[in-house]
């Protein structure tokens, strides 16, 4: 696949913007979200707990028929919200989850991360009955310095969920590439919806620098299938590792 294109690194100096890849799993590798009540309450802890001021997720009725195409009831005062980060790509599968994050403030990442790891981990230990770590440790941070990390990472972080059903794709062994589109478009704990043109959770994400992007390589949603062929997933595993 032809990657050239104005570099995304001289893009980033000129507007003085970080990018941070942001990952954890559960404990012991085990599953932190059971159902579909753990991911809408860890979408709407993404959302909420991006807030310089408090959070209290407690206050807002969390009740799945009173969702908006899936999104958390977003109360109206929302907008006067001073975010942490922006969030620009994001995916959830059973046990672990990927961000890919810029900071708006000083240790806006470590804060937001601060505030989410325990916000969620609390609503999972109380619903579930259960004491002490959720998740492995600490959160794994890279920050991206390096120009085929970056062209790779968003579609990366938006193909996990094809571990649950083909996990050949890691391999490069992919084969039925039509059901694995199928599956991603069936699959909403990611922000992959909203960058493909259908609505799921667009409050949450800031897309602009990623379309952006996606928009040189003809469209995010016409480049899915020759970057499911293409993609360098050894490559991708040695930034995650370093």
């Not at 100096?13 to 559960?26: D, S």
């Not at 159902?35 to 991006?50: G, H, K, P, V």
């Not at 994001?90 to 990927?98: K, M």
């Not at 505030?115 to 609503?123: L, P, Q, S, V």
């Amino acid at each position: 696949m032809d990657v050239r294109r104005p570099k995304i690194l001289n893009i980033l100096k000129n507007k003085n913007m970080e990018l941070i890849h942001v990952l954890n799993r559960g404990v012991d590798k085990r599953d932190i979200f059971l159902d579909d009540q753990d991911y809408f309450r860890a979408i709407l802890d993404i959302y909420e707990f991006n807030n310089q001021d408090h959070a209290n997720t407690v206050l807002y009725s969390f009740n799945i028929s009173s969702l908006d195409v899936g999104r958390p009831k977003i109360p109206k005062v929302a907008k006067q919200r001073k975010v942490l980060v922006d969030i620009l790509a994001f995916c959830l599968v059973p046990n672990h989850y990927h961000m890919l994050l810029s900071p708006r403030v000083e240790n806006g990442v470590t804060l937001f991360m601060k505030k989410f790891n325990g916000g969620y981990a609390k609503y999972f230990n109380e619903r579930y009955h259960r004491t002490g770590a959720l998740f492995q440790g600490k959160y794994k941070r890279i920050i991206l310095k390096n120009e085929a990390h970056f062209i790779h990472l968003p579609y990366y972080i938006h193909f996990n969920p094809l571990d649950l059903i083909m996990p050949e794709w890691r391999d490069g062994k992919l084969r039925n590439y039509e059901k694995a589109i199928h599956f991603l478009e069936e699959y909403r704990w990611s922000s992959h919806l909203d960058y493909a043109g259908i609505k799921n959770f667009p409050s949450i994400t800031n897309r602009k620098l990623l379309t952006d992007f996606f928009n040189r390589q003809n469209g995010y949603k016409k480049s899915i299938k020759g970057w499911l062929r293409e993609l360098d997933i050894g490559e991708e595993q040695r930034f995650i590792l370093e």
